[in-house]
């Protein structure tokens, strides 16, 4: 009988394909390696619905009063795109290595259904961000994954098989529920996924609250409670927090000058955007670009 995968695994097979610090893209286009060779304090960032497997280093998140922890053994599950804090422990010797598998609705609607009607009414409401242990299945189909980015034809031929055996393994998992409840447009915790992806589509428009609770079908009381029990976050602070995380995003773009990525992002005045941005960050926009530009030199 050949032996279980194991975390060297991952290590072996992530390694190889790694060619610099940050987000790595791969011939597949939902999924993206880790990599970092130094540790990172705790620093506001956000996710897109994903699974995301560390197999070398360890990371903290924080979401409102939570900590969740994850690093060799335990997988992320992100549902939604929710702003929290992170802390990344790595160093040169010890580099965090990870994958991440961005979850296509497509691809959740059609296992979801092939998988049939799960009685999900017993368990507890879905949370958005969980840390989940590997279990054998997943741990195996993660391993058959990063095989297959290692050879051209394979990714031809398997790469889809390969990524939709990792999210039906989640599906079986502890957050089963929750990666459910995004394709059973039902409740309130459905209502609110709605919302979210269309300030995600318009955060450079102006927002009305009120129209949100509306496209909710819900009073404006009744949304601004769910809102904030599922993202820890009121509307407008999860709105400005999406901003500012775009305009990080934007910065390390040579193209764009601070004037620019505070239009971009939604902002009418530029001393607004960079007042938020230090209270956000802890350093001005500029500041950060130099910053950030001296470690990717580095």
Known sequence: ????????????????????????????????????????????????????????????????????????????????????????????????????????????????????????????????????????????AVVRLLQTLHDPAEIAAMGALRERDVVFEALKGQQGAALRALVHHQGHYSQIVQVLSRLHARYAEEVSIEVLARQANMSLSTFHQHFKQITHASPLQYLKRLRLIKAQQLLVQEAYNVNQIAEAVGYRSVSQFSRDYKRCFGTSPLRHRKEERALQAS
Do not use: W
């Open 1 to 140: 009988m050949p032996a279980s995968p194991s975390t060297d695994d991952l290590i072996e097979l992530i390694a190889p394909l790694i060619t610099h610090d940050g987000y790595i893209t791969t011939s597949l286009p939902s999924v993206t390696l880790m990599a970092l060779r130094r540790p990172i304090p705790r620093t506001p960032l956000m996710y897109e619905p994903s699974l995301n497997i560390v197999a070398q280093g360890y990371k903290i998140g924080y979401l409102g009063d939570r900590e969740i922890h994850y690093g060799p053994g335990q997988y992320l599950v992100q549902t939604l795109p929710l702003p929290f804090e992170c802390e990344t422990h790595a160093s040169r010797e010890s580099p965090l290595l990870g994958v991440s598998i961005r979850l296509d609705p497509a691809l959740l609607g059609e296992l979801v259904a092939a998988m049939g009607e799960h009685d999900d009414q017993d368990e507890e409401s879905p949370v958005p961000m969980a840390s989940v242990s590997m279990t054998h299945g997943m741990q195996g």
